[in-house]
């Protein structure tokens, strides 16, 4: 059975990810990584989630990325953007963007995979109704994984590290479809930037926007409250 | 002035690259990471470092990559290697290689790059009188540099993420001229793996027959104890 090291954050596009790498037959390590981030609700999220989808084990790792400053997303003294959904999809890159914090998690996937026999990494990234973040892109994906093949014992060996990201090119509608398709229990799971006390959804951020854009495409209604 | 972000470990090549960075006119932001290293002495010796190379700030960030296990320097119940120099010159990849650990170091480096306005990072990579790791290799940093060129807003501005080694090529014995020649006051630098209690190196491990490699190079007697 192949190992796949699956980075899990919570939210509906990883849980749907880590339930793809199930499905295809890999023995799934969850990682997650506590960053500083805000919405630390979403760590509560990935133990119930890596459970609930039978992953093969699952670690929380921190690595702080709050020191650098440069992110709503890790500091709370600044506010989390309000705006509508068509702002999201033409705005650039906005302030929630986390400097590096994709290939910092990425590497740790890597060291992960490096230390179980591992080659294959998961990454629910999407480019199409995202954010805009530069390392959700195919030439992100492209780019690290041709680092990690020069950075490693693994890729030196001839035994490459894949990239996986299975969500990439899909609408968040047809994420919402896939999720319930694989039975992933999307109630568990959050995007929220912002929840409420209680880990309730604010309903008005970037990532609420998303989901709500989803469920609305897939003619589903949100379980999650 | 620009800006640079230096990788600093307490070692005597990112010491001599710091001084290095300072001495081409960067206002140099000084970055060492706590990643769950046994001979956390180096810590403490980047704090003097950055101090007397006159660093326009210093930080410290935890990113741990003990989770990951798969090196004997993150792992204090495993023995560092003791063997003779000509075989750290031909013995592939050691045991004390840490996975991952120069991607995430520098994915770090990029996130504070990314938040301060600097385009420069500088890292103490050497592969000429090294221990054999696949990330400190050229092929390894160029990679580097184009990931963070499509990884981050600053990247995708055009103004470019430039990774300087400028040790990369340097024998031993060239690092300490150069390290003599700048002024860096190399007893407050550490390479040792396995230090003893109080700071002192061990004098065997692979990083101690490097620097001794080195110093009788040059012609000078180690001042370090």
Known sequence: MRR?????????DSATTLAVAVSEGYECHALSVRYGQRHAEEIERSIALAQALAAASHRIVDADLAFAGG??????????PRRRLDEVASGGIPTTYVPARNTVLLALAVALAESIGSRDLFIGANAV???GYPDCRPEFLSAF???????TRAGLSGDSF???APLLRETKGGIVRRALALGVDLRITISCYDPKPGGRQCGTCDACLLREKGFREAGVVDPAP
Chains 1, 2 share one sequence.
């Open 145 to 151: 994984e041709e680092l990690a093949n020069v950075a």
């Open 162 to 164: 894949r990239v996986h």
């Open 4 to 12: 796949a090291v699956v980075l899990l954050s919570g939210g509906m």
């Open 71 to 80: 992110s709503v997303l890790t500091d709370p003294s600044r506010e989390v």
């Open 129 to 131: 109704d995202y954010s």
